[in-house]
């Protein structure tokens, strides 16, 4: 009967090493991956910058970006377009770009974007104040409550 036992003790143990030795092997590759996906994230939004600024330049950007125009005439106030912008795109915003897409298309009467980009980021500050915006990172921002302080016609803020 001792005998047994040590076979089933031998044996156990030799499974819980190999799985071990498995789990180890795949935290290593998790480990991989997460790094991938960070050197990926920050290519592609490299790349997407250096787009946008090239597109900017030669005048294409108008061309092949969402119409904010149409979208943002219908706003009365900075703050409303800013929330509209930010609840496009799925409730975040960033400073840069909300101060690019209000400035070239001529919504923000500056004679210079560096104006018109500490207005954007003074009225992300004050809305973060009241509760509109919660800062998530340096010059970005999320919308909290996105829904009901756009979808409610009641709601005047």
Same mark, same amino acid.
């Given at each position: 009967?001792?005998?047994?036992?040590?076979?089933?003790?031998?044996?156990?143990?030799?499974?819980?090493?190999? %799985?071990?030795?498995?789990?180890?092997?795949?935290? /290593? #590759?998790?480990?991989?991956?997460?790094? !991938?996906? *960070?050197?990926? &994230?920050?290519?592609?939004?490299?790349?997407?910058?250096?787009?946008?600024?090239?597109?900017?330049?030669?005048?294409?950007?108008?061309?092949?970006?969402?119409?904010?125009?149409?979208?943002?005439?219908?706003?009365? %106030?900075?703050?409303?377009?800013?929330?509209?912008? /930010? #609840?496009?795109?799925?409730?975040?915003? !960033?400073? *840069?770009?909300? &101060?690019?897409?209000?400035?070239?298309?001529?919504?923000?009467?500056?004679?210079?974007?560096?104006?018109?980009?500490?207005?954007?980021?003074?009225?992300?500050?004050?809305?973060?104040?009241?509760?509109?915006?919660?800062?998530?990172?340096?010059?970005?921002?999320?919308?909290?409550?996105?829904?009901?302080?756009?979808?409610?016609?009641?709601?005047?803020?």
């Amino acid at each position: 009967m001792t005998m047994g036992n040590h076979s089933y003790e031998e044996q156990t143990r030799r499974l819980l090493s190999d %799985t071990i030795s498995e789990l180890q092997l795949v935290d /290593a #590759e998790i480990s991989k991956l997460y790094e !991938k996906q *960070t050197m990926l &994230t920050k290519e592609r939004d490299a790349y997407q910058i250096a787009l946008d600024s090239y597109l900017r330049r030669t005048g294409k950007h108008v061309s092949t970006e969402f119409d904010w125009t149409k979208l943002l005439a219908s706003a009365e %106030t900075h703050r409303d377009r800013i929330k509209l912008i /930010a #609840e496009k795109k799925g409730g975040k915003i !960033k400073v *840069t770009h909300a &101060t690019d897409i209000l400035f070239s298309k001529g919504f923000i009467k500056a004679k210079k974007r560096s104006t018109a980009y500490v207005m954007v980021q003074g009225m992300l500050a004050d809305m973060t104040e009241t509760g509109i915006f919660e800062k998530v990172g340096p010059g970005e921002y999320k919308l909290i409550g996105a829904q009901q302080i756009l979808l409610d016609p009641g709601t005047s803020q």
